[in-house]
Structure formats: C-alpha cells, structure tokens
C-alpha cells in the first residue's frame, strides 16, 4: 500500500505512467466511469480549500466512487482534540483512500503512518502539495508535447510560494531545463532551494527582477501571487506590483507557443484581458488537475482499468 | 575514583574542550550511580586542548546522539580492562534530542509524537525534521 506525500515519492517513470493514464482517461472517459465503483474516498479538509477539495471529489465521482469527509476542522474531531492519527485510524475504517489537506506541515505524513488505507496529501501549510505539480506536469506535457528542453520562467512570490518550489524539484529530474526566476528581491528563491535542487541538479538558472524583459525568452511562464503582506513597505509594493502583472500588451512580445501558467487563485497578477488568449493555460491546468488526481486514485487504489 | 584506570567503563575521549559539560548533560550522566569524571582542557597534540569522560560504569551510550553532537569524539568501551574503540559517524536519524522549531510543523500541536530528524547534508551536518523538512537549529 502506498500514499503520496511529497512528488519526490514518485519516480519519473511513475510521473509518466500517471500523465499516460490522465491523457488516457481525457480520450476515453467511459472506460473509467466505473473504475472506482463500490469505493470511497475521505476528503479530510482541515482547512479550507474548496477547488482542490472539489477536485478530489470530481474526480472520485467520475471514477464511479463515492466521496465522504469535512470541510474545515470545526466539523471534525479535530475540534474535540482528537490526533491526526487516530482521525487516520478510524477514516480508515470508513474509507478506501484518504485525501488530506492540512494547515499543520507533516500532518498528512503522520496520517500516513497511521492510516491503514493510502493517504492523498492535498497540501499541508506551506509544505507540499504534491498533486498540484501532478497538475502542472500534464499541462506542460500536454502543451509542449513532452517535458525536456524548455525555458519556464517562474514569477512573483518565488520565497513563500510552495507550489513553485515543488515544481521547480519535479522538473529537476526532466533534462535540457533552463530556469528563468523573476520576483522582487524581497521574494526570491530561497538560496537552498537554489543550492541544493538547481545546482546540485545543474540546471541552468537566472535571476531577473522584470517580466517584460525576460518574456520573449521563455516557452512556459508559471505565474504566481505576489501578495501585498510579503513586503516590507507599502512604497516597495507599489514600486514592484506591476513589474508582475502579465498583460496582453506584455504578451505581443512573447513566444506565439508560449504556454502561461497559474496554480490559481488570481488576485490581478494575470489581467482578465489575457484568458483569451490562446496561450493561457491555467484554466485547463485545472481540468488537467482532476484527471491527474484520477490517475493517482486509480493507482494508489491499484485498479486496473 | 582512580580516572587512571577503569576495568569496565566508558572513556569518551577527543571532545573538542570546552564541549565536555554539553556531552555531560545530553547523554545524561548526572543520572548515574556511578562514579563518572569530566577533565577539562588536557592538552592534546592533535587538538591542542581536549575534555575527556570518564565513567566507571559499563553503561549504554547512544552512539547516534554522541555522532550528532560531535563525530570526531573517540569512545574507548573498556570490559576487563580491555579497550574497544569505537569510531562514531553522524548518524541517519535522530530521535529525541533536537526539537523542531517550526510553528507550523504538526510537531508543535500534537507534542506525543516523536521528534525525529534525518540527515539531509552530510558535508554541512543539517539535519531536516521528518514531518515538516525544516532544518534543525541547535
């Protein structure tokens, strides 16, 4: 029995097989509808989060299974002081397969180590998020055709984002990967991720402080939040906010392939005036996102379809 | 207590000075029965200056938490009067001896599970928190 707790668990082989099953169920939905039958998934929200939540539950739904679970942690016994533990514990005895969404980081580990059915992390603090890479992979697999030789530019709050570290590891065992990083200085990279994954890997990486600049250069743009409480002052804000705001007039420079982006939700980093374009790809990042997250049930469930 | 000669016991041996109270305390020793002396500021051709332990008692030792603390110490398990040295390495995991700081980790609301770190970089001795991967501050 297995769960997924960090992406690194998977092997790249294991990522392929997953994103064949995902490109396989987008072309023949039918074959899976009753893949999952007579099978539950617990969505154990512990804060909330309501698109990923509805993702695992679309997806279990659209396997044939069912779904059952809590929101936020008032409705759980969490509120009464049970331990993650003993909530693995006796969700397992209710459930096939868990999916955990936790403020705390290592909550869904723990669930794990006590869950006698496989656990799902659906995002722990600012920890990992394993399925929302799955997401990403098949969206730059499905855009480009395959994962290797690209430029991805990673922009706006690259420090706190997790989602953008998590990536950033993926794609560290891909070959022919250059990294652009665009942020403020107050927001970038942190340096051991840069050491210990970039260089480690040698992954050929830069560091840029102004999107237009670096655009045309790019075959993926993976946007992300710059949000206002990161900065030291209002004035560094105001300065900084609209060097990271992708807008039509900055795309006419970019790439005519150019694949954008965004784990979501968008404040304004992505004008509305973009979603048009043929290039925005975060809508479909989402729809991508489910059907990875049926790959991954069916696996982790070892159903054979 | 003769520190010159023990027939069962424990010598720690090359602590860098100054460290030899900490080892005192980590491993507990205040806990024993037995007679157990630290000396302070030997001088030592290959450091200069060293502490020693001695402990007059055949004792368990954590290995994996003397090799976290200070790999380069030399334990010496005396049986007979017989000495068996001992190499200590820094160990894969440890358990019980750093606390992770982290506010967000699961470790700082639910306090009965075990602290547990894994070595994350030999060559720069940091240790990540099992759970929450933060790197341990000493």
């Known amino acids: 029995m297995r769960s997924l707790i960090d992406i690194q668990e998977l092997s790249v082989r294991e990522i392929d097989e997953l994103m064949d099953c995902a490109d396989d169920i987008i072309e023949k939905p039918q074959k899976y509808a009753d893949a999952c039958r007579g099978k539950k998934l617990a969505t154990l929200f512990f804060e909330p989060s309501t698109r990923t939540r509805l993702s695992f539950e679309a997806a279990m739904y659209e396997l044939g299974g069912n779904v059952l679970g809590f929101s936020e942690a008032q409705s759980s016994s969490a509120s009464k002081g049970e331990s993650v533990a003993d909530t693995a514990k006796v969700v397992s005895c209710y459930a096939d397969i868990i999916a955990m969404r936790h403020p705390k980081e290592g909550a869904p580990l723990v669930a794990s180590m006590n869950a006698s059915v496989p656990v799902i992390n659906a995002g722990d603090g600012g920890h990992n998020h394993p399925t929302q890479t799955l997401a990403d992979l098949l969206t730059i697999r499905r855009e480009r055709g395959k994962i290797s030789d690209f430029t991805i530019g990673f922009c706006g709050d690259l420090k706190f984002g997790r989602t953008v570290h998590s990536l950033i590891s993926a794609l560290s065992r891909y070959s022919g990967i250059k990294v652009v990083l665009i942020s403020p200085d107050e927001l970038k990279l942190p340096g051991y991720i840069k050491r210990d994954i970039l260089e480690k890997n040698g992954i050929e990486y830069s560091e840029n402080s102004d999107l237009a600049e670096v655009l045309p250069s790019l075959d993926i743009l993976y946007m992300t939040r710059v949000q206002k409480e990161r900065f030291f002052s209002e004035e560094e804000y105001l300065r900084l906010k609209d060097s990271y705001i992708l807008t039509p007039e900055k795309l006419l420079h970019a790439k005519k392939d150019l694949a954008v982006l965004h784990p979501l939700p968008r404040v304004n980093e992505i004008a509305v005036g973009v979603d048009a374009d043929p290039r925005a790809c975060y809508f479909k990042q989402v729809l991508n996102g489910k059907y990875m997250r049926m790959a991954l049930i069916l696996k982790l469930l070892e159903v054979t379809v | 207590?003769?520190?010159?000669?023990?027939?069962?016991?424990?010598?720690?041996?090359?602590?860098?000075?100054?460290?030899?109270?900490?080892?005192?305390?980590?491993?507990?020793?205040?806990?024993?029965?037995?007679?157990?002396?630290?000396?302070?500021?030997?001088?030592?051709?290959?450091?200069?200056?060293?502490?020693?332990?001695?402990?007059?008692?055949?004792?368990?030792?954590?290995?994996?938490?003397?090799?976290?603390?200070?790999?380069?110490?030399?334990?010496?398990?005396?049986?007979?009067?017989?000495?068996?040295?001992?190499?200590?390495?820094?160990?894969?995991?440890?358990?019980?001896?750093?606390?992770?700081?982290?506010?967000?980790?699961?470790?700082?609301?639910?306090?009965?599970?075990?602290?547990?770190?894994?070595?994350a970089d030999k060559e720069r001795r940091i240790y990540r928190c099992l759970y929450c991967e933060s790197a341990a501050k000493e």
């Open chain 2, 1 to 119: 207590m003769n520190i010159d000669s023990i027939k069962n016991g424990v010598v720690l041996d090359h602590i860098k000075a100054g460290r030899g109270m900490q080892i005192y305390d980590y491993l507990n020793l205040s806990a024993l029965d037995c007679p157990v002396a630290i000396i302070k500021n030997v001088p030592s051709k290959k450091m200069g200056k060293k502490d020693i332990i001695k402990i007059d008692a055949d004792i368990d030792i954590n290995f994996d938490t003397l090799g976290y603390i200070d790999p380069d110490i030399t334990v010496n398990l005396i049986r007979d009067s017989k000495v068996e040295k001992i190499r200590l390495a820094l160990p894969e995991e440890i358990r019980g001896i750093l606390q992770c700081k982290n506010p967000r980790c699961i470790t700082s609301t639910e306090q009965e599970l075990p602290q547990i770190f894994k070595l």
